[in-house]
């Protein structure tokens, strides 16, 4: 088993914002299945496998939840847009290193010399451990608060994207190809020209949109892809 002592749990409660009534709940979502098997204990039954589960899906309900509250004008396929970014396995590493968890997991000696705790896939995993250790420990309005204090920014920047952006990363979490825009038809005089863009997404229906420059009739095609997907 790793013998490097684990930083004291008061420094995580101070970055999470949240005090465990059970300190137990918190040290097993902070326990890496190689630590038990290391140590001959009871293996996944003590490693954070079980928490990251739970927390898997607390998570997904407390930013669909605020999504839904957000943006009431959203439309399904949106929202799931939103949500994909902001749920994704990098994300949550993030958020698990502002958190700054890796002093705190326990790893098996060959996993933590093989820098486990800076590890993405580790980091993520622990990150939804914590939230589900949380709900189990304080309920779910404890954890929906954890979720919202680390995710509160980046909902609000989320908030600020643009259409295209929206459907890059849309296309980009489905492992397609990046969208294409070609001129259609441009018409009207040069001090007011009028754009119409084709937006082709391989596999789907090709989109339109019009405005009074390139760029902006570009958002109105991707925008009308996000509102066919909220629709179908």
């Not at 928490?51 to 004008?73: C, H, K, S, T």
């Not at 459907?167 to 040069?190: F, K």
């Not at 596999?203 to 760029?215: D, I, N, W, Y």
Request: charged letters at 25%.
């Amino acid at each position: 088993m790793n013998k490097q002592p684990r930083a004291e749990l008061s420094a995580l409660e101070s970055k999470l914002g949240y005090s465990f009534r059970d300190p137990g709940l918190a040290r097993v979502a902070l326990t890496h299945l190689s630590a038990q098997s290391a140590s001959g204990g009871q293996g996944r039954a003590l490693s954070y496998q079980r928490l990251e589960f739970l927390g898997d899906r607390v998570l997904g309900v407390a930013i669909a939840g605020r999504l839904y509250r957000a943006f009431p004008q959203a439309s399904e396929g949106e929202l799931s847009m939103r949500f994909a970014k902001l749920v994704r396995r990098e994300t949550c590493a993030e958020i698990a290193a502002q958190w700054d968890v890796g002093p705190h997991v326990a790893l098996g000696l060959g996993e933590a010399r093989g820098g486990g705790r800076k590890k993405a896939a580790i980091l993520s995993d622990v990150c939804e451990s914590l939230i589900g250790a949380v709900f189990v420990d304080g309920g779910f309005e404890a954890a929906e608060a954890l979720v919202l204090r680390a995710w509160g920014d980046r909902i609000a920047a989320d908030a600020a994207r643009d259409a295209k952006t929206a459907v890059q990363e849309w296309a980009q979490s489905r492992a397609l190809a990046a969208p294409r825009y070609e001129e259609v038809e441009r018409s009207g005089p040069a001090h007011a020209p009028h754009f119409v863009m084709r937006m082709a997404l391989e596999g789907f229906e090709p989109e339109l949109g019009a405005a009074s420059s390139k760029r902006a009739a570009e958002q109105a095609a991707a925008q009308a892809f996000l509102d066919r997907r909220g629709g179908s």
